[in-house]
């Protein structure tokens, strides 16, 4: 996206490629990312937690990350940008591949659907070949994380849009079956963070377009991860 303003609008209501539901428990990743944070030494501009994404962490001037920041007490390098396809999350993990990041949050996938309106609404085959195309994105982006060296990606997963085609409900649910299993053949570990029934049974969480989390949505976005995400370990990003 990022192609048209009003696409930027709705930069990402799907993250349907919510990656996740990956292997190893919580418990496990607190214990070995503290092995990471009590044997590794950064450089400068390396290292550390970084956000790659859309809107949905761009969003109020990057309110979520603000708000990791303030309950970790660590930096986090927030890289996300609104309007941004899975294409382009890759290529921003690319431009920044160089800092060598430990542990990644992020999302994607959301505007490819939203840029192919016509077609996801319907759910057709093409928005089926749309949302296939943006996995195979991730996965080349969770292929070169591994290459990386990165120890954990966090994906959060994209909520049910609000005023919309029920079509674009069917969309998100099907980017969850294929973003599941590419989680749990990478050979990164990974954790799906799901905010479906969240956001969906929470009143006043959006914002006027029915995409865009506002103060209370971030708010509960930011706890989940902070919940799935031992971020009490989470390095300083310098």
Not at 33 to 44: A, D, E, G, H
Not at 171 to 178: K, S
């Amino acid at each position: 996206m990022g192609k048209s303003i009003n696409i930027i609008l709705f930069c990402s209501v799907f993250i349907f490629f919510i990656l996740f539901g990956c292997g190893a428990s919580t418990n496990d990743l607190a214990q070995e990312i503290s092995v990471i944070q009590q044997t590794t030494t950064y450089s400068r501009a390396t290292g550390g937690t970084h956000i790659f994404g859309d809107s949905i962490f761009a969003t109020l001037n990057h309110r979520i990350k603000n708000l990791l920041e303030n309950k970790t007490g660590k930096q986090i390098a927030d890289h996300s940008e609104s309007g941004k396809w899975a294409s382009e999350i890759k290529n921003q993990y690319i431009h920044f591949r160089s800092q060598k990041p430990e542990i990644v949050i992020m999302d994607g996938g959301g505007n490819d659907a939203l840029g192919n309106g016509s077609n996801c609404k319907s759910f057709n085959e093409k928005c089926k070949a749309v949302v296939k195309n943006a996995a195979q994105m991730l996965k080349d982006t969770f292929d070169m994380m591994a290459q990386d060296g990165v120890k954990y990606i966090f994906f959060l997963g994209t909520h049910y849009p609000r005023g919309w085609n029920n079509g674009y409900d069917v969309a998100v649910d099907y980017g969850y079956t294929l973003i599941e299993p590419l989680c749990r053949d990478s050979a990164v570990p990974c954790k799906l963070i799901d905010p479906r029934e969240k956001l969906n049974t929470t009143a006043n969480v959006l914002e006027w377009d029915g995409v865009h989390p506002n103060n209370l949505g971030t708010e509960i976005l930011a706890d989940m991860i902070y919940e799935d995400l031992p971020l009490f370990t989470i390095q300083t990003a310098r």
